[in-house]
């Protein structure tokens, strides 16, 4: 899929000397989805070009279209909802850790980074170089293993976000990882465009659609450097 410079947002921040890094993907209704999921629409109602008083859109597509959280509540009924997650959760300081050149991210090379306990993560990987030229789904995306989770997990993360569709394998309809981080009330943060931003310590602000009982929600989702 070619995306344009301006759906690869950056801007200057409020803070002097610092960056704003836009990660959220250009909604449309040729975004890809996921395998089996109906197609997302955003169908024009009326407008102000036809004559019309005013311009109205409507949307159908699943909660977890485009760049979007995962509540726990996805996979189990009794961790959070969207609507329940709190905002320190959805805010702060994250890190962005860049792991090129594999299919699967595993526990012996998260050892190799140094991850910070309590706070958030965000994985940079060859799946970012898909949006370039990628007009479809790719299976062979990047994703955790379960031993990787099990780190994040003994790391305390709050949350854990990846440049594709899954933090998942596409092979692992079980969805083993999703289950190790969600059954903590970790939370998931998919189909994010890294693109244009370096493995480094940034903030992070997560604003998901606040969906009552959601068990996902589209998000914006900036950086501050």
């Known amino acids: 899929m070619n995306i344009s410079p301006d759906e690869r947002q950056t801007g200057m921040s409020p803070v002097p000397g610092s960056q704003i890094f836009d990660l959220t993907m250009n909604l449309h209704s040729g975004f890809p989805v996921w395998p089996g999921d109906a197609p997302g629409i955003i169908e024009k109602i009326s407008s102000v070009k036809k004559g019309q008083s005013f ?5 159908r597509s699943s909660l977890h279209w485009g760049t979007h959280i995962d509540a726990p509540y996805h996979l ?3 961790k959070w909802t969207v609507d329940q997650i709190p905002l320190d959760v959805l805010m702060g300081e ?9 299919k699967r991210i595993t526990a012996a090379q998260l050892e190799k980074q140094a991850i910070r306990p309590n706070s958030r993560i965000l994985f940079k990987t060859r ?3 898909f949006w370039n030229d990628s007009h479809s789904f790719r ?3 990047t994703a955790l293993t379960p031993d990787a989770a099990q780190i994040l997990v003994s790391l305390n993360i709050k ?4 440049d594709y569709f899954s933090l998942d394998l596409y092979d692992a309809p079980e969805l083993p990882v999703h289950r190790i981080l969600y059954q903590k009330n970790i939370v998931g943060l998919e189909l994010l465009d890294l693109r244009k931003v370096v493995a480094g310590s940034y903030q992070l602000i997560c604003l998901p659609l606040k969906i009552r009982g959601g068990d996902g929600a589209p998000a914006r989702v900036l950086l501050i450097e």
């Open 55 to 59: 311009t109205s859109s409507n949307i």
């Open 76 to 78: 189990f009924e009794k």
């Open 94 to 102: 994250v890190q962005v850790l860049e792991i090129p050149r594999v």
């Open 127 to 129: 799946n970012s170089n």
């Open 139 to 141: 299976r062979d995306f």
């Open 159 to 162: 949350m854990v976000g990846i």
